[in-house]
């Protein structure tokens, strides 16, 4: 099957910086998504980024769906986007595969 | 986007009795919906697909005898973890699409003693 890779695995940052979390994938996908799980579980949807570029507010995200990679960027960092932040592909209407995730914590 | 119900949001029981998980789409007719599994500190793995009206498909190496997913309206499927053990004990997120993006439940904390 598919393999998602993330990096870094952890991140730890100052709040106000800046920060880019990588995904590579192994084969070309119909879906890519980027999610933000909160301390409770709940997954968030973030992007919805096949192709192409997005922003929302702080955050944005890219994705070369020819070289098989997404990046997503925050800037000026708070220390509610502390959490996992996972990117997942999927061809379509399939259910997902994740990548294992980037911790991110922001210090105050 | 898509509203998604789980129900309970959390479940302590003993090894060897069953536990029945809902999923409910709030505010669209979901005919497929899809169960994950996720241990502490690890990611999302895919258990199975829910499908209205049919039979459920189930992973590679997950058991459809022990995880039985009854899909029985175009809102609501369940998952049951039948004779649950500890290692079974994770915590198990439903979700749906709506169009080509998937929106997820907020999660089922199992716990088996």
Redesign the interface.
């Known amino acids: 099957g598919i393999q998602v890779e993330q990096s870094p695995p952890d991140l730890i940052l100052q709040e106000g910086a800046n920060s880019t979390l990588r995904c590579n994938f192994s084969d070309s996908v ?2 890519l ?1 980027w ?1 933000h799980q909160n301390p ?4 968030i ?1 973030l992007f ?1 980024i ?1 192709s192409g570029t997005k922003q929302n507010g702080r955050l944005s995200a890219t994705t070369v769906a020819t070289e098989r990679y997404s990046l997503l960027y925050i800037s000026s960092s708070q220390t509610t986007d502390s959490g996992v932040y ?1 990117c ?1 592909v ?1 061809g ?10 980037t911790h991110l914590i922001i210090q105050p | 986007g898509a509203v998604v119900s789980q129900h309970p949001s959390w479940v302590i029981c003993k090894s060897g009795t069953s536990v029945k998980i809902e999923c409910r789409s709030l505010d669209f007719q979901a005919t497929t919906m899809f169960w994950y599994r996720q241990f502490p500190k690890q990611s999302l793995m895919l258990m199975a697909t829910s499908n209205e009206g049919s039979k459920a498909t189930y992973e590679q190496g997950v058991e459809k005898d022990k995880f039985l997913i009854n899909h029985a309206s175009l809102t609501l499927s369940t998952l049951t973890v039948t004779s649950a053990h500890p290692e079974d004990s994770s915590f198990y997120i439903c979700s749906v699409n709506r169009g080509l993006t998937q929106y997820f439940g907020p999660g089922t904390r199992l716990t088996v003693l």
């Open positions: 119909n879906n998504q999610f409770w579980g709940q997954l949807n919805y096949p996972f997942a999927g379509g209407a399939d259910g997902l595969t994740f990548g294992k995730g």
